[in-house]
């Protein structure tokens, strides 16, 4: 359980940070980017819901508190003796993914397939899970980078790249199931 007390510590003054093991790491290493912009598409996903209701809310419910189990998983690095370790360090699972791809085929199965590129807009959930996208799209190049440099969870990369597909299609749904998306029209304006 975690216990907030105390919100300032001053022990990241000097630049650096714990991450989930206790090692100290510059704020800007590979692995906090990585880990700070899925809590950044955390932000955004609580912006969307703010136009969300029932069974949308509930999945984006959802979703944050996954985002919240990746944030754990990759702020403490893997290492052989996670299993020792007095805390089992928090993995994004495969079910995790299995869901996200569900929950996609379930909406998309009511969609009109597109005929031209979506612009991000039509009503204000739509418009804000199109943010929720693209800052999700961040998190998952971060993250890429990041297993180019130290050992990731795999499921972590496919839980990102499968979360931006799902905002995608919500978005489509948000838009009176795809009747309000706004189209692109290569060349409209020149």
């Known amino acids: 359980m975690v216990v907030l007390s ?68 990759l702020c403490r690095p893997e290492m052989e003796k996670d299993a020792e370790a007095e805390y089992p360090p928090l993995r994004i699972a495969a079910s ?24 991000p807009g039509g009503s204000a959930l739509s418009a804000h899970l199109h943010l929720c996208r693209t800052v999700s799209r961040r998190a998952e190049r971060l993250s890429v980078e990041l297993a180019t440099l130290e050992s990731v969870n795999p499921a972590g990369v496919k839980y990102l790249n499968r979360l931006s597909d799902w905002f ?7 838009n009176d199931d795809g009747k309000a998306d706004v189209l692109w029209v290569p060349g409209a304006n020149r």
């Open 96 to 119: 995790q993914v299995d869901r996200l791809e569900a929950e996609i085929d379930a909406m998309n199965a009511k969609l009109t397939p597109l005929r031209s590129f979506v612009l």
């Open 168 to 174: 995608f299609v919500a978005s489509r749904i948000a």
């Open 6 to 73: 105390k919100i300032y510590t001053r022990t990241g003054d000097d630049g650096e940070t714990a991450l989930g093991n206790g090692a100290r790491v510059a704020k800007h290493s590979a692995r906090v980017n990585a880990y700070g912009t899925v809590d950044e598409t955390n932000a955004t996903v609580g912006m969307a819901r703010l136009h969300a209701e029932g069974e949308m809310d509930a999945a984006l419910a959802r979703i944050q508190n996954d985002l919240f189990d990746l944030g754990a998983d």
